[in-house]
């Protein structure tokens, strides 16, 4: 999970002014016994990441998160603000997206997504699309939270269009994977549930129930607690 979503603080401040509180937070997570992969964000809004590569957090599993709207490029391109960090460390695309409302502060009326569809297969980023949402911004469901947006048409065709076998590994992966995507929107539960801790396992539970509007099948699993 990430140590803390866009730290909203003005553009002069850099990763010196927040990496010690993010090696503080990384020290908290390892001293419960967690060694699961962490992302820590940069500054401004978590786009910008340079300074990170030569003073990178102390530990293991550590990846950077990495969020990009149109309105960033204007004030610092995409590559001087990735500084280079892919080549050294993983970095996962948290949030990314746009809108085609012109009074939406997401609009672009460049080719930003299949320009930033693009910078991610070149810079080989990992990335997830922000927001599965039918009013927050992006959004890539439309107020019914049935149909898909522009932006989330355009997510999906991305993900139809990436080399599962070159991504995953194989075929024998992605079955595998695609198994255990089923598995969980199926019954809630995956070898990961096993590792949560009780207030985690509360949350996946209330969550599940919410979006599926029943309780988890395999409730031995998550037995720990009570509803």
Known sequence: FEFWNEPADPKNNNWQDLRPYMQRLYEIIRSQ?????????G?????????????PLSGENIAYAWHNYPANGQYLTWSQALDGLNEKYPIIVTEWGYETDPSSNYFTKTNYAENFKQFILDKGLHFTAWCWHGSWKPRLLQ???EILT??????????????????????DNKTKISVQVDDFIKDGVDANSNNLGEGERAAVVFSFNRAFVRMLQYQI?????VI
């Open 221 to 225: 699993y998550l037995s720990v607690f």
């Open 33 to 41: 016994g967690a060694s699961h992969v962490v992302t820590a964000p």
């Open 150 to 171: 522009d932006y989330g048409k355009f997510v999906k065709i991305f993900l139809a269009e990436l080399d599962i076998k070159k991504q995953f590994g194989g075929v």
């Open 43 to 55: 500054v401004w809004w978590t786009y910008d990441l340079r300074g990170i590569k030569n003073q």
């Open 143 to 145: 107020s019914d939270w």
